[in-house]
């Protein structure tokens, strides 16, 4: 069974541009849940989504947006980066949100 | 508020020594508990979690975890560490359902030859 892959692995973007991630869940899985890893703040909970709908959603600003489409795949996108958006971005899915499995990340730089 | 506190940022340890990495949490009720590990770069991959009955739980690669409630704590145990140990661990607590995990700061742990 292939784990979660994240695309792209890493990404290099500039200030007040935009940038999207991918994330493929585990086949069958149907929760996607989305978190932030930075060396200061350690790892954050951004949001969930299950079934195409966002369940839940961490403390983040509204320039964080997800989705999720009907074969469970799931984008995130970040509007107008900021220099502290650099960070890994992680994403794990789960059967019930209880077991969660990580891909090996996206790997942001703002510059 | 839902917390979960490493209070060790790094350890070390000999090659065959035995280990133990600290977790406390604090929760209004029982949440569920994971240790994760991360190599530089990766993902992170669960080795064990509690939801509720035995305290003692089995993960993989011989680690083991003792929740125990009158001290809030859920810690990392492993008998002897190998070389390939060394990485970054982190405790998790989630109250089930939609709720993010709420992560520790990460132990990051040095095996020393």
């Known amino acids: 069974k292939a784990g979660v892959t994240q695309t792209p692995r890493y990404l290099i973007k500039t200030r007040g541009q935009q940038v999207t991630l991918s994330c493929s869940p585990i086949s069958g899985h149907r929760s996607v849940s989305w978190y932030q890893q930075t060396p200061g703040q350690g790892l954050q909970f951004l949001f969930e989504y299950f079934s195409e709908t966002q369940r839940n959603k961490g403390n983040f600003p509204g320039r964080f947006s997800g989705r999720q489409f009907s074969n469970s795949r799931s984008e995130m996108n970040v509007s107008t980066l900021e220099l502290g958006d650099s960070a890994l971005y992680l994403c794990a899915s789960s059967l019930a949100n209880e077991k969660l499995f990580f891909g090996s990340g996206t790997q942001l730089s703002v510059l | 508020a839902q917390s979960v506190t490493q209070p060790d940022i790094h350890i070390t340890v000999s090659e065959g020594a035995s280990l133990e990495l600290r977790c406390n949490y604090s929760?209004?009720?029982?949440?569920?508990l994971f240790w994760y590990v991360q190599s530089p770069g990766q993902g992170l991959q669960l080795l064990l979690k509690?939801?509720?009955?035995?305290?003692l739980v089995q993960g993989i690669k011989g680690f083991e975890a003792e929740f125990k409630r009158s001290q809030s704590s859920f810690n990392l145990r492993k008998p002897s560490v190998h070389w390939s140990d060394a990485a970054e661990y982190f405790c998790a607590g989630g109250g089930g359902g939609a709720d993010g995990l709420t992560f520790g700061k990460g132990t990051h742990l040095i095996i020393q030859p």
């Open positions: 509690y939801f509720s009955g035995d305290t």
């Open positions: 929760y209004g009720a029982t949440p569920y």
